[in-house]
């Protein structure tokens, strides 16, 4: 398969909560296609540094990975048709696990070889750290999102979009 070249800020991202089994319940996401203003994916590891007896310098061992996903979206509220209706956007959960699609698509301005292939992170074990509102100017509001996860698979192909899985 031909490389094709993909823009962090060209995702659809999609954030659906889980079962009890921490599968995605995809019949009701919170968000759904949501364009990122900026998308920030970090992969670090937890570390430790010994300094064993005789070395200069400390020895560093990784441990657990960890994955942060920070965007920055623009800020849409949809109207309550009823006081008592779900809340209007993402609202921050405690203890509540997610499963995040993020995915990138060409569209069909690229050359014909490379239209509609996409590729996805479907990133599960997915929690919210923070959700801060920010004025940009008179007209437009962003809503920064902070999340950790456990662990992401990679999925790629042509055609329509088969995840999550």
Not at 55 to 65: D, K
Not at 136 to 149: H, I, P, R, W, Y
Request: charged share 25%; aromatic share 10%.
């Amino acid at each position: 398969m031909p490389e094709i070249f993909l823009l962090l800020s060209d995702a659809a991202i999609t954030l659906y909560r889980t079962d009890s089994n921490g599968d995605a319940i995809t019949d009701a996401p919170v968000f759904i296609g949501a364009c990122a203003k900026d998308l920030r994916l970090a992969y670090r590891f937890d570390e430790r540094e010994s300094t064993p007896t005789g070395v200069n310098y400390p020895v560093t061992h990784h441990l657990n990975p960890r994955h942060e996903i920070s965007i920055e979206r623009l800020w849409v509220v949809n109207q309550k048709e009823t006081p008592d209706a779900e809340p209007a956007d993402f609202k921050l959960e405690r203890n509540q696990q997610f499963v995040m699609a993020i995915v990138w698509k060409k569209d069909s301005n690229a050359p014909v070889e490379m239209t509609n292939r996409w590729h996805a992170r479907i990133y599960h074990g997915t929690t919210t750290s923070a959700y801060d509102l920010t004025s940009v100017d008179v007209m437009e509001f962003t809503g920064s999102q902070s999340f950790k996860a456990q662990y992401f698979i990679e999925r790629n192909g042509i055609g329509a979009v088969t995840c999550p899985p």
